[in-house]
C-alpha cells in the first residue's frame, strides 16, 4: 500500500513539472494595481483646511487644494485637469488615477512638501507616455 501511494506521488510529479515545462517561461505576468491598493484615511475637514489654498512650485507652476461640498478633495497643477485625491496617511496625498502624490508638512504657519505628478502639457508637447512626463517638484 505504502509502495502504490509513493508510486502515485511520483506520478504526479512528475506530470505536474512536465505540464510546467511546456508552458511559455518566457512569459511573466504583473498584476496591474488597483484603486482598490490604495488605502484612503479619514481626514477631518479642518485638518485639510490646513493644506488648502494655492501654492508656487519649484518648477514655476503652481499648485492648487480644494474640497468641493461633497467632500472630496482636489487637486490641480497649474491650468492643468483636476484630480481628485485622498489622504493614505497625514500630509501624504495620492490622486486616484495615480498621476499624483504629495508629500506635505504643515509646519508654523508654512506649507512645505514635495510632489510628483503627470505633466499633462508636457506629455502633450512632447508625445510622451504618462510614465516619461512626471515631474518632482517642492513646495515654497
Not at 4 to 28: E, K, M, N, R
Not at 89 to 97: I, K, N, Q, R
Request: charge should be neutral.
Amino acid at each position: 500500500m505504502k509502495r502504490t501511494s509513493v508510486l502515485i506521488g511520483l506520478c504526479f510529479i512528475v506530470g505536474s513539472h512536465a505540464a510546467w515545462a511546456q508552458s511559455d517561461a518566457g512569459q511573466v505576468i504583473i498584476p496591474a494595481l488597483k484603486n482598490a491598493d490604495i488605502k484612503p484615511v479619514r481626514i477631518e475637514l479642518l485638518d485639510f483646511d490646513l493644506y488648502r489654498g494655492t501654492y508656487d512650485l519649484s518648477n514655476g507652476k503652481s499648485l492648487e487644494l480644494w474640497r468641493k461640498r461633497s467632500g472630496r478633495m482636489y487637486a490641480r497643477v497649474g491650468h492643468q485637469t483636476p484630480h481628485e485625491v485622498i489622504a493614505t496617511s497625514e500630509g501624504t496625498f495620492v490622486a486616484l488615477d495615480r498621476s499624483m502624490h504629495m508629500q506635505l508638512e504643515y509646519d508654523r504657519g508654512y506649507l512645505n512638501g514635495t510632489m510628483s505628478y503627470v505633466d499633462e502639457d508636457r506629455q502633450k508637447a512632447a508625445g510622451l507616455s504618462a510614465e516619461s512626463a512626471v515631474v518632482q517638484v517642492a513646495l515654497r
